[in-house]
Each structure stands twice: as C-alpha cells, then as structure tokens.
C-alpha cells in the first residue's frame, strides 16, 4: 500500500491526505475540495500552483512547453498530474 502524505493549502488553510501516486487535483476534489482543473493532462495551466514546502513528482511528464523554466525554477507546479513524495504545503494561484 502506499503512504499518504498531508497536503496542505495555504489560503484556505485546508489539509487532506493524499496516498502517493494520485493525483493532487482528483484526490483533493474527490474530498470535497474544489480545486480548479480542465485539461488533467498538464497541459493548460488551469491547476497551476505553488510548492512551499515539500517534494512531489509527475505521475506523467507534463508537457515541456506548458510551464516556463522560470516558473518551475519558482516551484510552480501543475497539481493535475503532481502527487506528494513528502507532506506537501502548496499555494494556489489567486484568480
Ligand atoms: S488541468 Fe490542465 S494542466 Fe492541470
């Protein structure tokens, strides 16, 4: 079985479990969160977030052209294919 790390969002202060190889976004949202998504293939930037603390990896390479060098170098991360390696505080984007 694999483990679940904390996931926590800063603005909302919310906090669920999320078991390692799932998806941030799906896992969030099937626990009553509302986090906004469309394309779930990293490729629209819907999902677009920001890791504060914490690693996560891809569950699929998201396409090279969907987020610049700059914003991965800010830890931007696309939470539709992302899922939590450690307990994960994550801030999402203001609309
Ligand atoms: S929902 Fe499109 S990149 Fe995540």
């Known amino acids: 079985m694999n483990k679940s790390h904390k996931?926590?969002?800063i603005k909302t202060g919310e906090s669920i479990d999320i078991v390692e190889g799932d998806s941030i976004v799906t896992s969030s949202n099937?626990?009553?969160l509302?986090?906004?998504y469309s394309c779930?293939?990293?490729m629209c930037t819907t999902?677009?977030?920001k890791i504060r603390k914490g690693d996560f990896k891809y569950i699929e390479e998201?396409?090279?052209?969907?987020l610049s060098k700059q914003?991965?170098?800010e830890k931007s991360v696309l939470?539709?294919?992302a899922t939590p390696l450690t307990d994960l505080l994550v801030e999402l984007n203001e609309e």
Do not use: N, R, Y
Not at 62 to 66: A, K, R
């Open 30 to 32: 099937k626990q009553g």
């Open 7 to 9: 996931v926590t969002f």
């Open 79 to 81: 939470l539709c294919i």
């Open 71 to 73: 914003e991965i170098a």
């Open 62 to 66: 998201p396409d090279p052209d969907t």
């Open 40 to 42: 779930m293939q990293g």
């Open 47 to 49: 999902c677009v977030a």
């Open 34 to 36: 509302d986090l906004p």
